[in-house]
């Protein structure tokens, strides 16, 4: 696309460009990712008649590939905590889910590599000295964050705001990580913003 400006899909894509989000998904999970360490589910409106571009280019889902063990030994020295063993194979699996839109549910997350953890650790200094033992593993795309209570096992999934000034605060999302990503592999998961009982 780049080298057609921006303006067209690649001429190699042969007869049939245009794809459904699950067949997208499955090829940036199963070929793009574990080529390219990264990979993008976009969706765009095409004029049939030339290829060209119709619409803005929407980002619909955005997946990694595996972090490094010395990543995790970063993050959990810097934590003082372990993170919880479906969390590290989740992210060391080969393809993950950075950031996207739920097909299902409909519901926007994103997720955090240990690295982006600790360094929100350190832009919320004054939420995180208020919530002891947590781990901020993803978030809404704007104030509310995922977060562990990683002072119990299991370490539940919590939602905190910007101003959360402690755990009575939080609101509670699944009973641990292993829910949380079956949740959001299904496409089902959605935000518990203190209205819903789990």
């Known amino acids: 696309m780049a080298g057609a400006g921006w303006r067209a899909w690649p001429s190699d894509l042969g007869e049939r460009p245009l794809v459904g989000r699950d067949e997208a998904t499955k090829i940036v999970r199963e070929s793009l990712v574990p080529a390219e360490g990264v990979g993008y589910v976009t969706r765009v409106e095409v004029d049939r008649t030339d290829g060209h571009l119709a619409s803005a280019i929407n980002e619909e889902a955005d997946f990694r590939g595996p972090i490094g063990d010395d990543e995790f030994a970063e993050a959990e020295a810097a934590l003082g905590h372990p993170l919880p063993a479906a969390w590290r194979e989740y992210l060391q699996s080969d393809s993950w889910l950075h950031s996207g839109w739920l097909e299902k549910s409909g519901t926007y997350i994103s997720l955090h590599s240990p690295r982006e953890m600790v360094e929100l650790h350190d832009a919320w200094r004054d939420t995180v000295a208020a919530h002891p033992g947590i781990a901020i593993i993803g978030g809404d795309g704007s104030r509310e964050q995922l977060v562990l ?37 299904a496409g089902t998961f959605t935000i518990n913003f203190g209205t819903d009982s789990l």
Not at 159 to 165: C, F, N, V
């Open 149 to 185: 209570d990683l002072r119990q096992d299991p370490a539940p999934v919590l939602l905190a705001d910007l101003a959360s000034e402690g755990w009575e605060t939080t609101f509670p999302q699944a009973a641990d990580v292993g829910e949380l990503i079956t949740r959001v592999e």
